[in-house]
C-alpha cells in the first residue's frame, strides 16, 4: 500500500507539472500565429548575437574610417552614421553598431556623401586615379561599381581582404560566387547593408478583392510548393474586368490582374523563377552563357501569355516618369503588385489591405522561389589607394557581422515583419522570399551581359514577346564578350 500511495503521489505530481508547464491551445489565443513568431524571433535574435567571429583584438588610435555612400544633396545616407538614437527601431540598430565598432576598434566612423544626380563612378575614379586616399569604401550602384572593377580600382577581396570570412552567415554564397570576375571580386554586398533583403522582388496582392472574387489567399500554395507560374497566371486572368465598359482596357480606369512597378523588376525576375542565370560563374572562375533552355522559352511564353488582355501592366517603363502616387494597385484596381520588399514598407500608408508572397516559381519542381537581387541596390569595394586593406577588412567585417546582428532583426524581423506585415501569414513569406535571393553576373557585369543583361525589360520595350528570337540575335555578342573575358582571365 505504502508503494502504490508513492507511485499515485508521482503520478499526479507528474500530471500538475506537465499541465502548468503546457503551453495555451492556439485556437484559445487571439493572435497565435503573432504569438508563435515572436517566441521564434526572439530565439533567433539571441542565438545570431552569440555567433563568433575570428577577428583580432585592435587598436587602430582613433583612425577616421570614411565610407563614400549615396546621399542626397546636403544630405548625409545615414546607412552607416546615425548620431544618435531616435527610438526607430532600424536607426537605433544603425547607431548600436556604429557605437560598437567605433569603440571596439577605437576609430571613427564617418560618411562622405554624394549627391544621386552626380556620377559616382566618376567622382571616384578620379579620385583613384589622382592617387588620393579620399576613402576606405565605396558604396555605390552596382553598374557603378563594375565599371570600376574593370579598371582596376578596386582591390581583389579574396587577396587583400584577408579578414572577409566569406563562410560566415553575413555574406552569402551566391552573392561572393556571382559577382566575381575570372575568379576575382572587386565588390560585395553581404550585411554591410540591408538593401540585399529590401532589394529583392516579391508579391503584394489585394486581399479585399481576392474575398470578392472568391479566390483563396497563395499562403498555402507557397508553403506547399504548389505557388508556380500556372497558378499565378490563372489568379491573374481573373482580375481583368473593363471598369468603364468601353472596350479598351487603360491603367487608369480598368482593373488588372497584375501591376508591375518598374520594367527592370518582375519582368526581369520571372527569368529566375526556374533556378536559371543568363551567366554562370563556373567553379574555376570562368564564365558560361546559360540562358537560353526550353524552360526559360517556356517561362517567357507564360509570362507574355498572362500579360495579354489586361492581365498585367508595366506601371513604369525607361521611356517615361510617372506619378507614382496613383497606380492602380493603390486605387484597389490590381490583384498583384509586383515590385521588392522595400514596398511593404512604401505602401504602409495604403488603405488596401494587401498581403505579401514570394514570386512564384516556375513548377512545383522547382526547390525556391527564386528573388533576384535588385541591381540598383549599392554594393561596395575598396580603391586601390587603400593604404592599409588588412585594416579595412577587419572593420569591414566587423560592420558586416554587426549588420547580421542588429540590423538585419531590425530591419527584417522587426520592421518587415512586425511592424509593416499585416498578418502573421505574410511575416512567414519573407523568409521564403530572402531564402531565395539570387545575383546575376551579367546585371552586375552590363558590359559582358549585353543585350541579355535585362531580357525581361529588353522583350517588354521593344514590344518583343518571342524569346527565343530575341536570343538568336544577342547569343553571338554575349558569347564574343564571354569569350574575350575568359580569355583575359586564362580560362
Known amino acids: ?15 500538475f507539472t506537465a499541465c502548468n508547464n503546457e503551453k495555451p491551445n492556439a485556437n484559445t489565443d487571439n493572435n497565435p500565429t503573432e504569438t508563435n513568431q515572436n517566441e521564434t524571433k526572439n530565439e533567433d535574435i539571441r542565438t545570431t548575437a552569440e555567433i563568433p567571429d575570428n577577428l583580432p583584438e585592435k587598436d587602430f588610435g582613433g583612425y577616421n574610417f570614411r565610407i563614400y555612400i ?15 538614437e531616435t527610438g526607430d527601431i532600424l536607426d537605433d540598430a544603425k547607431y548600436r553598431r556604429r557605437i560598437k565598432t567605433e569603440e571596439r576598434f577605437n576609430i571613427k566612423i564617418d560618411e562622405i556623401s554624394y549627391d544621386y544626380n552626380d556620377s559616382p563612378a566618376s567622382a571616384a575614379q578620379k579620385s583613384i586615379l589622382a592617387g588620393d586616399d579620399a576613402f576606405d569604401l565605396a558604396g555605390v550602384h552596382g553598374a557603378s561599381m563594375s565599371a570600376l ?143 537560353y533552355t526550353q524552360r526559360t522559352v517556356d517561362i517567357f511564353g507564360k509570362f507574355f501569355d498572362m500579360m495579354s488582355g489586361g492581365g498585367g501592366y508595366v506601371f513604369y517603363d525607361v521611356s517615361k516618369r510617372t506619378d507614382f502616387s ?56 575598396v580603391p586601390v589607394t587603400a593604404p592599409d586593406t588588412e585594416k579595412i577588412s577587419i572593420i569591414v567585417e566587423a560592420l558586416s557581422l554587426e549588420g547580421y546582428r542588429l540590423i538585419k532583426p531590425a530591419y527584417y524581423e522587426e520592421a518587415l515583419k512586425r511592424k509593416f506585415s499585416r498578418d502573421g501569414e505574410s511575416a512567414d513569406m519573407l523568409d521564403y522570399i530572402r531564402e531565395g535571393i539570387v545575383f546575376e553576373f551579367a546585371q552586375y557585369f552590363g558590359n559582358v551581359g549585353g543585350n541579355l543583361q535585362f531580357i525581361g525589360q529588353q522583350l517588354i520595350t521593344q514590344r518583343e514577346p518571342n524569346f527565343a528570337s530575341f536570343y538568336e540575335k544577342n547569343e ?16
Not at 1 to 15: E, G, Q, S
Open 149 to 291: 572593377a574593370q579598371r582596376e580600382l578596386l582591390v581583389d577581396w579574396i587577396e587583400y581582404m584577408p579578414y572577409v570570412n566569406f563562410d560566415a552567415p553575413w555574406w552569402p554564397d551566391d552573392e561572393a560566387k556571382s559577382m566575381r570576375i575570372g575568379g576575382k571580386l572587386y565588390f560585395n554586398i553581404g550585411e554591410l547593408t540591408y538593401a540585399n533583403t529590401s532589394g529583392a522582388a516579391c508579391m503584394l496582392f489585394n486581399k479585399d478583392l481576392f474575398k470578392d472574387l472568391a479566390i483563396k489567399y497563395p499562403y498555402d500554395d507557397v508553403v506547399g510548393g504548389t505557388w508556380t507560374l500556372d497558378k499565378f497566371s490563372s489568379i491573374v486572368k481573373q482580375g481583368i474586368l473593363d471598369l468603364n465598359g468601353d472596350g479598351v482596357m487603360t491603367p487608369e480606369d480598368d482593373r488588372y490582374g497584375l501591376e508591375i512597378y518598374h520594367d527592370t523588376v518582375y519582368p526581369v525576375n520571372v527569368f529566375f523563377c526556374g533556378g536559371d542565370k543568363v551567366i554562370t560563374v563556373r567553379d574555376d572562375g570562368s564564365l558560361e552563357l546559360t540562358a
Open 70 to 84: 549615396r546621399g542626397g544633396v546636403d544630405t548625409p545616407s545615414e546607412e552607416f552614421y546615425v548620431e544618435s
Open 476 to 491: 553571338g555578342a554575349v558569347q564574343k564578350n564571354i569569350d574575350k573575358i575568359n580569355e583575359e582571365y586564362g580560362h
Open 326 to 381: 496613383r497606380t492602380a494597385f493603390r486605387e484597389g484596381r490590381a490583384l498583384f503588385y509586383a515590385g521588392l520588399l522595400t514596398h511593404v514598407v512604401t505602401h504602409r500608408d495604403s488603405e488596401i489591405d494587401f498581403g505579401v508572397v514570394p514570386c512564384p516559381k516556375y513548377d512545383e519542381s522547382t526547390p525556391k522561389y527564386y528573388a533576384n537581387s535588385y541591381l540598383g541596390s549599392r554594393v561596395f569595394g
Open 1 to 15: 500500500m505504502k508503494k502504490f500511495l508513492v507511485f499515485a503521489l508521482i503520478c499526479l505530481t507528474m500530471i
